[in-house]
């Protein structure tokens, strides 16, 4: 079964850096989402991304985010200068032509800021 | 707002009883979506009700959607220590580019 990828499984990093998280989406699909799920609480959206653009993202995805999907196959999501508070799981998902069906969700990242 | 709030918020069961899950939420949708998530696991997808359905059914999953109550239910019959699990309820919104979960409910299945 098709399968969304994403890497690394956890990161590690210092309070301040840059990190790009890393999915590859299923090949077919054409919407494509970054969520995040602090430790304890709700999964949250943060951003959705159609035909290279944004489609709609949350008061979460300030201007610290950015997404990108820089070749036919990656998604990334980069948080410029992280912040203990953006310790968190961060899932990708995607859905095919039309989102109702459902979508297909990553394993997540742990990202860990310290 | 919230929306997609399950309850109860955990629930423990013997292995073979019936497993009854709720969701509410307080403005209108598009789709309720129902997705389970082992401990420190990704999420996986299970069903997919439409606004203009009242049930579905895959395998030992039947969902619910009573849209004039606006609540939702999903029902896991003959449980197994392996359904043990969170399960989240997520709404879809109308222009389906968006999912917001609830709080989830953890069901423990006990052999």
């Known amino acids: 079964e098709p399968e969304v990828t994403q890497t690394p499984s956890h990161q590690v990093t210092q309070m301040g850096q840059e990190v790009i998280l890393r999915c590859v989406p299923i090949s077919n699909h054409l919407y494509f989402y970054w969520y995040r799920q602090i430790l304890g609480q709700k999964v949250e959206f943060l951003v959705s991304f159609y035909n290279n653009e944004i489609s709609e993202k949350s008061e979460i995805f300030d201007d610290q985010f950015s997404v990108e999907r820089p070749d036919g196959s990656n998604f990334t999501l980069k948080i410029r200068s992280t912040k203990l508070e953006d310790s968190a799981m961060y899932f990708c998902a995607s859905s095919a032509v039309d989102p109702f069906y459902g979508y297909t969700f990553g394993s997540g990242t742990r990202l860990t800021v310290v | ?111």
């Open chain 2, 1 to 111: 707002s919230q929306q997609g709030e399950e309850d109860p918020q955990a629930l423990s069961i013997q292995e073979g009883e019936n497993a009854t899950m709720n969701c509410s939420y307080k403005t209108s949708i598009n789709n309720l979506q129902w997705y389970r998530q082992n401990s420190g696991r990704g999420l996986v997808h299970l069903i997919l009700i439409r606004s203009n359905e009242r049930e579905k059914h895959s395998g030992r999953l039947r969902v619910t959607l009573d849209t004039s109550k606006k609540s939702s239910s999903l029902l896991i019959t003959a449980s197994r220590a392996a359904d043990t699990a969170s399960y989240f309820c997520a709404k879809g919104n109308n222009a389906g580019n968006m999912l917001t979960f609830g709080g989830g409910t953890r069901l423990m299945v006990k052999p």
